[in-house]
């Protein structure tokens, strides 16, 4: 079995509590994620199966899209429901001009600071580690970029927004930004992410589903298609992409090469500098 399932993942459960469940219902130990979904939130979670575990870093350098929720007024220590409430404060009576303003301040490039529970590793330690044992670490800023954000709903102190960003966004210190720039604080109570990349939960299965056999596959072909030229590889270029070696033929790009029945073989991609087509991933 080999390919990409979009699941939707449900709320409760983490990424990786996911793949064993796909482990024992599919009966193969050839499966991955690509982009780690927290248990509190839910949505699409791309899945890789077989030879597509060789495809997973193309299919994660893509943007994201989430809906997300945050509560004013109120703050926890992970800037989510996970923990108790921390700190309180008044919530003004925002209009929704002024919500909208907000929002609309983060659209482009900016630098995010992680939030200090997250796996992020700091001199080989997770964050999260030293939050629990109460340890300060200094954690660098990283670029990101707002694309588009949108307020979908405001009420009881919550606003319910879209938000369409680039991977390594942490839409927890997102909410907390936005909360700051409302002069407030705030934490994240839901999220859903809705697209990865090119995929959306829109074609995604429930586990429920795929349980009763209800799913299909998309294909290392197809997955790869809008990024890879796709090519069945001739009698010359079997014999080379069998070995992984350079394939003198110029092409431009990154190329997929499938053999006469379409099973995956390599990835290819043109070297500007060598003017030669070099093996990134064989099959």
């Known amino acids: 079995m080999d390919g990409v399932l979009l699941v939707n993942k449900p709320r409760g459960i983490g990424s990786s509590s996911v793949v064993y469940k796909l482990r024992r219902i599919l009966g193969t130990k050839d499966i991955g994620h690509c982009g780690t979904l927290d248990p509190l939130a ?5 899945i890789v199966i077989g030879k597509a575990l060789k495809i997973s870093r193309f299919l994660t350098e893509d943007r994201k899209e989430y809906i997300a929720t945050l509560k004013l007024g109120e703050t926890t220590p992970t800037l989510d429901s996970e923990s108790e409430i921390s ?8 209009t ?15 630098n995010q600071t992680p939030p200090m529970y997250s796996a992020i590793s700091v001199n080989g330690k997770k964050l999260y580690e030293y939050a629990r044992s109460n340890q300060t670490v200094e954690i660098k800023s990283r670029e990101i970029e707002i694309y588009d954000i949108e307020l979908l709903e405001y009420q009881n102190n919550e606003i319910k927004f879209r938000v369409d ?4 966004t942490y839409i927890r210190s997102l909410c907390l ?10 934490y994240m109570t839901s999220l859903i992410r809705t697209k990865a990349g090119e995929y959306s939960i829109n074609n995604s ?15 290392v072909e197809n997955a790869l298609k809008s990024t890879f030229s796709i090519k069945v590889a001739d009698e010359y270029e079997l014999k080379e992409i ?3 070696h350079y394939i003198n033929k110029v092409t431009e790009g990154k190329t997929l090469y499938l053999d006469k029945d379409r099973n995956p073989l390599g990835m290819y991609e043109y070297d500007n500098e060598k003017k030669i087509t070099k093996c990134i991933r064989l099959f």
Do not use: M
């Open 205 to 219: 299965f429930t586990l429920e589903e795929i349980e009763k056999n209800e799913f299909s596959l998309i294909s």
């Open 96 to 110: 929704k001009e002024d919500i909208e303003k907000a929002l609309a301040s983060f659209k482009g490039k900016s």
């Open 242 to 244: 069998e070995h992984g």
């Open 42 to 46: 839910e949505g699409l979670l791309v």
């Open 165 to 168: 960003c680039s991977k390594g």
């Open 87 to 94: 700190e309180t404060r008044e919530v003004p009576n925002f």
């Open 177 to 186: 930004d936005i909360a700051k720039g409302l002069n407030n604080i705030g």
